[in-house]
């Protein structure tokens, strides 16, 4: 079964400081892409990062970074100098492509949330 | 460039009335659209996704349906909402081909059903 695991429901960081959120995931497919999304308490769906199954080098976007293991299927978010405003829910995702039908499903993991402390 | 609207913002019905939710995307062509619901505090989950015009799949079987009349209009509708309807409604487009993976979110409609 196709799932992504968000193991850490909440975390807290201090200011500067860099914190990793976890996430596992689980398919058979062999081509897939992974994202990171945040979510601030106004509800928009902000995109953050993706990573391509076949990619060899980890993503990289400013101040995050996708550390992506592949053989143990993880794709943690790094921040690097967390800023107040970063305090948000995270949300790990993963694309299944479908070759048939050229549909792009989207599976999202429970998130953590993220507070960080001036 | 590509903009995604939804209406309402913020919806209160009470249980058994009707539900419309429009989504419309302006400046792209044929995009992958979703529609997603998250209920308080929790993950997204896929409701309905559809790669053009009148071709819906359902993701999860309810009192829900969805309609595309138009190749960047999707609608969100019930006949008669449940009080487990009520949450955060999403909906996002992705480019319809290869290449560009992202998915690009409306600002979210929040429905209370009382």
């Known amino acids: 079964a196709q799932k992504i695991t968000q193991t850490q429901p909440g975390m807290f960081v201090q200011e500067k400081e860099a914190v990793t959120l976890d996430c596992t995931y689980d398919?058979?497919?062999?081509?897939?892409?992974l994202f990171w999304y945040k979510q601030p308490s106004s509800g928009e769906m902000i995109f953050l990062i993706y990573?391509?199954?076949?990619?060899?080098q980890n993503a990289t976007e400013g101040r995050y970074s996708l550390n992506f293991q592949k053989a143990r299927k993880s794709a943690n978010l790094v921040i690097s100098a967390s800023q107040l405003g970063d305090s948000a829910m995270y949300f790990c995702?993963?694309?299944?492509?479908?070759?048939?039908?050229?549909?792009?499903?989207?599976?999202f993991g429970t998130g953590t949330r993220l507070k960080v402390l001036a | 460039s590509q903009t995604i609207h939804q209406w309402p913002a913020t919806l209160v019905q009470p249980v058994g009335s009707p539900l419309s939710l429009e989504c419309t995307v302006e400046?792209?062509?044929?995009?992958?659209l979703y529609w997603y619901r998250q209920a308080a505090g929790r993950g997204l989950q896929l409701l309905f996704y559809?790669?053009?015009?009148?071709?819906i799949s359902s993701e999860v079987p309810q009192n829900l349906s969805a309609s595309r009349p138009q190749d960047r209009q999707f609608i969100l509708s019930s006949k008669k909402l449940l009080l487990s309807d009520s949450g955060f409604y999403l909906c996002?487009?992705?480019?319809?081909?290869?290449?560009?993976?992202?998915?690009?979110f409306g600002p979210g409609t929040r429905l209370t059903v009382t």
């Open positions: 995702a993963m694309l299944r492509n479908s070759l048939f039908t050229g549909t792009y499903k989207y599976i």
């Open positions: 400046g792209t062509s044929n995009p992958n």
């Open positions: 990573q391509g199954s076949y990619d060899e």
């Open positions: 398919t058979s497919d062999q081509s897939y892409g």
């Open positions: 559809s790669v053009g015009i009148g071709q």
């Open positions: 996002a487009w992705s480019h319809g081909t290869s290449g560009n993976y992202e998915q690009y």
